[in-house]
Structure formats: C-alpha cells, structure tokens
C-alpha cells in the first residue's frame, strides 16, 4: 500500500509540475519584443504640418505654367524638352508638389528662365522625395522635417 501512495504522490507532483511548466510558458508568450507602433506620422515643411496617418498614397508631379496659363507636366522632362518650352515662354512658374492622396504639399514653386534652375529643382525635390519614402518606411519615426 504504501509503494501505491508513494506512486499516486509521484504521479500528482509530475501532473503539478506540468501544469506549472504551461503556465510559465504560455504567461511569457506576451513577454515578447514584438512591438506596435501607431503612432501618427506628420510632415511639418514651411510652417505647414500635414498628417499622414491614414495616407495610401504617396505621389509627386511638377507642374509648369506656360504664358498662356496652360499647364505642362514636366515630370521627367529633358534638357530638350524644358529648353524648348523656354523658348516659347520668356519663363515659366515650375511647381513641386508632392500628394499625399487627396492632399497637396507644395514643395517649392519658382520662376525659371534657363535649364540650370529647373535642374537644380529637380534634384533637390528629389531628395525631398527620397527623405519621405525613408520616413514611410521607418515605423519608428514619428515626425519628418523637410528643409
């Protein structure tokens, strides 16, 4: 009789010990470093703040106004190109403009009378575009500030 009660014992502090085991373990399931970050995410640029916590869509388009109030896209334009509606018009009024869906950011907006100026434009709207796309990525970063 007494092997069967050390045997009953033996078994109930294995079933005990296993029980605890689950506990423990499924009590550190939550203790992970799995993080969310919800945080909104702003743009502040000019004076201007723009959130774009719910933004799908992150765009950009330079506009150019010709003498005539026409307006050209001249997205990807070449030197060709941008000469020749120079040509044409004495200047144009280029803007910069990046979308966040239905939001518009006027990034700059200049008068240009030669291809060196819409060049430089470009490339700097360019790493404006560049520093977005890196701060949509980053879940952590919370707030850009665009020069």
Same mark, same amino acid.
């Given at each position: 009789?007494?092997?069967?009660?050390?045997?009953?014992?033996?078994?109930?502090?294995r079933?005990v010990g296993? $029980?605890?085991l689950?506990?423990?373990?499924?009590?550190? +399931?939550? $203790?992970?470093? +799995?993080?969310? #970050? +919800?945080?909104q995410k702003t743009? =502040? #640029?000019?004076?201007e703040i723009y959130?774009l916590?719910?933004?799908?869509?992150?765009?950009?388009?330079i506009?150019?106004?010709?003498?005539d109030?026409?307006? =050209?896209?001249?997205r990807?334009?070449?030197?060709?190109?941008?000469?020749?509606?120079?040509?044409?018009?004495?200047?144009?009024? =280029?803007?910069?403009? =990046?979308?966040?869906?239905?939001?518009?950011?006027? #990034?700059q907006?200049?008068?240009i +009378?030669k291809?060196?100026? #819409?060049?430089?434009?470009?490339k700097?709207?360019?790493?404006?575009?560049?520093?977005?796309?890196k701060?949509?990525?980053?879940?952590k970063?919370?707030q850009?500030?665009?020069?």
């Open positions: 009789m007494n092997s069967r009660k050390l045997q009953s014992q033996s078994n109930f502090a079933l296993v $029980c605890l689950v506990l423990l373990v499924a009590g550190l +399931t939550g $203790c992970g470093s +799995t993080k969310v #970050y +919800t945080a743009i =502040v #640029y000019n004076g959130n916590g719910n933004t799908q869509r992150v765009g950009s388009r506009d150019g106004l010709k003498a109030g026409q307006t =050209v896209n001249m990807g334009m070449d030197r060709k190109g941008v000469e020749a509606l120079l040509d044409d018009n004495d200047s144009l009024m =280029v803007s910069a403009i =990046v979308e966040f869906d239905q939001t518009e950011m006027i #990034y907006r200049v008068r +009378t291809y060196s100026e #819409y060049s430089k434009l470009v700097r709207f360019d790493r404006a575009l560049n520093d977005i796309g701060f949509m990525a980053n879940k970063k919370t850009l500030k665009l020069k």
